[in-house]
């Protein structure tokens, strides 16, 4: 075989295993779904959180009432229904947001999710596990590290600090565009909820953030940690760091003005100063006569 006809071969033979090479796996648009604003407050397998764990949901209720819940659970709430507000005591006084654009052909695709996700041994959204140990002082720091930056999220997503902060943080404290999370282990609920929190985060803001930028289940357990700490510490943040922020900048401010006024100094006077002095003598020389 000549070179010629052994390159012909290796090219076709390249060709022809890109054909019969498989299609890049698509993600399931529903189970995106679910994910970004299911997962958050509800399991399938993986125990309770904000919200009940979904296994096999579809046998403990009728599926009309699931899919009208789904579609509109504040008008299932208002409409006194005894298991809505059933549901709504064991969640605490939660209330299951609507979704915007839930359709009940959404709705159902996404029980038939569900249904296909009970029946697997480990479902793909039986959320993170967590151990009752207590944490540890390295976890709780590397946590911190986490959350002002000091360590960078793997995907690339914005440190905590950037819109957040918590008590204890010192110095200029963290962000003021989200809310002051230092109790919000207490809000969500424990590790589990907040680590799936964190792992899927519910607000419009937080996913157009992070829906790209995923936080590793490594860098979720020390913040859990971390904001566990500080929800033991009690409290909002301190107003030190305000306190701090407008020092500054009044010292920043001073210290302007004094270095203009350095400069101001040694401005240019080989102009001004003769014609001052000029003026001057004409002066006197007019009053002497």
């Known amino acids: 075989m000549t070179r010629l006809q052994t390159l012909l071969v290796a090219g076709m ?55 009208n819940f789904i579609v509109d659970p504040a008008g299932v709430l208002a409409s006194g229904d005894p298991y809505a507000l059933k549901l709504q005591e064991e969640a605490k006084g939660a ?23 009970s029946a697997l041994e480990e479902s793909n959204f039986q ?25 960078q999220l793997k995907n690339g997503g914005a440190a905590c600090m950037s819109c957040h902060t918590v008590r204890g943080m010192g110095g200029l404290g963290g962000g003021a565009l989200g809310p002051d999370l230092t109790t919000v282990y207490e809000r969500l609920g424990g590790r589990k909820s907040l680590g799936s929190w964190l792992l899927s985060p519910a607000t419009v803001t937080m996913q157009s953030q992070y829906k790209d930028k995923t936080l590793q289940s490594d860098e979720i357990m020390p913040l859990v940690a971390y904001l566990e700490s500080t929800a033991q510490s009690g409290g909002v943040a301190e107003v030190t760091p305000r306190l701090n922020f407008f020092l500054l900048g009044l010292a920043g401010a001073v210290l302007g ?32 006569r």
Request: proline share 5%; aromatic share 8%.
């Open 127 to 151: 959320g993170l596990s967590f151990s009752e140990e207590p944490f540890t002082q390295a976890e709780v720091a590397r946590g911190q590290k986490i959350f002002t930056g000091e360590i």
């Open 95 to 117: 209330v299951m947001p609507n979704i915007m654009g839930m359709t009940k052909e959404r709705a159902n695709l996404l029980l038939q999710l569900i249904e296909a996700e």
């Open 13 to 67: 033979t390249c060709c022809l295993l890109g054909v019969l090479a498989p299609a890049p796996a698509q993600a399931d648009p529903i189970a995106e779904d679910y994910r970004q604003r299911c997962y958050s407050c509800h399991t399938i397998g993986g125990g309770r959180l904000t919200g009940p764990d979904l296994k096999n949901v579809v046998e403990r209720k009728d599926r009309e009432w699931l899919l």
């Open 257 to 288: 003005l004094v270095t203009f006024d350095f400069i101001w100094g040694f401005r240019f006077r080989g102009v001004r100063q003769p014609l001052v002095r000029h003026a001057e003598q004409q002066k006197g020389k007019s009053n002497d």
